[in-house]
T-cell receptor, first 110, second 113 residues
Framework: LAKTTQPISMDSYEGQEVNITCSHN???????ITWYQQFPSQGPRFIIQ???TKVTNEVASLFIPADRKSSTLSLPRVSLSDTAVYYC???????????FGTGTQLKVEL | NAGVTQTPKFQVLKTGQSMTLQCAQD?????MSWYRQDPGMGLRLIHY???????DQGEVPNGYNVSRSTTEDFPLRLLSAAPSQTSVYFC????????????FGPGTRLTVL
């Protein structure tokens, strides 16, 4: 599976939009991009997944350029409760195994 | 639905002891898996199962056994606990066949002295 690279940490303020970029240069044709969120002392929680272009749900948007070598998770108008670790994962199409990196620690302040 | 439940929440073992971490889900999910998370690290896959009676190894299977006799339950057995197995253990489940939304349990914090 393609290895992912994302920033170790990011800081933001309440009400701002946060964009976390992930690179996955060796992504395969059948792979999907998936993002998870993890709060301290809890298991990860699925946020969003996509294959190409743009996907939006009630909590986030995922932008994937045509070459699919990177993706950007966009969190609109963050609040203190969005402080968490965000993991970018590449998942083989038709598969279920998840390979986690170290993620991005997002800290949101007042 | 309770989702994915894990017991116990906390456990302290002495080196060489054995124990079983319990995991159950009530969503009729075919796929279940066990991960461990060490401090400051991402999760690493220990074992997984694509259905009752079928299990396979993940990235770090040594020192752990699993079985899947029912769809609902997927226990993880530590055969002879070692300090290197001190970690937080998460169980997860999902629909099989490429459902990327996996549901994680609350975790079991294990300390091996």
């Amino acid at each position: 599976l393609a290895k992912t690279t994302q920033p170790i940490s990011m800081d933001s303020y309440e009400g701002q939009e946060v964009n976390i970029t992930c690179s996955h240069n060796n992504i395969a044709t059948n792979d999907y991009i998936t993002w998870y969120q993890q709060f301290p002392s809890q298991g990860p929680r699925f946020i969003i997944q996509g294959y190409k272009t743009k996907v939006t749900n009630e909590v986030a948007s995922l932008f994937i350029p045509a070459d699919r070598k990177s993706s950007t998770l966009s969190l609109p108008r963050v609040s203190l409760s969005d402080t968490a670790v965000y993991y970018c994962l590449v998942v083989a199409g038709g598969g279920n195994k998840l390979t986690f990196g170290t993620g991005t620690q997002l800290k949101v302040e007042l | 639905n309770a989702g994915v439940t894990q017991t116990p929440k906390f456990q302290v073992l002495k080196t060489g002891q054995s124990m079983t971490l319990q995991c159950a889900q009530d969503m009729n999910h075919e796929y279940m898996s066990w991960y461990r998370q060490d401090p400051g690290m991402g999760l690493r896959l220990i074992h997984y199962s694509v259905g009752a009676g079928i299990t396979d190894q993940g990235e770090v299977p040594n020192g752990y056994n699993v079985s899947r006799s029912t769809t609902e339950d997927f226990p993880l057995r530590l055969l002879s606990a070692a300090p290197s197995q001190t970690s937080v253990y998460f169980c997860a489940s999902s629909l099989a066949g490429g459902s990327y939304e996996q549901f994680f349990g609350p975790g079991t914090r294990l300390t091996v002295l």
